[in-house]
């Protein structure tokens, strides 16, 4: 599932600071950056579901809302959308909380979908153990 807005019943799977060193030419926070955060925290809990190593094999997508600035803290939260055999499919919404000084704010700056594959000690797909629900 992707976020309308932070859930306020969960920690986020990865918070970061949008630092000048994480901007573009331009000055713009770099989309590579947040597609970076983004893997990280679809890893963590693929991680986690997944019960071992994984490896991303695919971004399903990948959509840019609204930018990020500099000084904004970026959350990312995550969610399964898919356990198959050997892969699994999570769900990434980043926001960002940021205040100019008057006014705090929270924006949706992005969503993903990344399919990532467990692998094992030979770095080849293995299965992913049965979730019990």
């Not at 309308?4 to 990865?14: N, Y």
């Not at 960002?96 to 929270?106: L, V």
Request: charged share 20%; with cysteine.
């Amino acid at each position: 599932m992707k976020f309308d807005a932070m859930p306020k019943d969960r920690e986020a799977t990865v918070r970061t600071l949008a630092m000048p060193k994480d901007t573009n030419g331009l000055g713009d926070i770099f989309g590579g950056w947040i597609m970076s955060h983004a893997d990280i925290a679809g890893a963590i809990l693929a991680f986690r579901r997944a019960g071992g190593r994984v490896v991303t094999v695919a971004v399903n997508e990948f959509v840019f809302v609204s930018p990020v600035y500099v000084g904004d803290v970026v959350s990312v939260y995550t969610d399964v959308a898919h356990v198959g055999t050997t892969s699994i499919a999570i769900d990434v919404t980043v926001f960002s909380q940021r205040n100019d000084g008057e006014h705090e704010s929270c924006v949706k700056v992005a969503t993903a979908q990344m399919t990532y594959v467990r692998v094992g000690a030979n770095r080849r797909p293995v299965p992913i153990a049965k979730h019990p629900e």
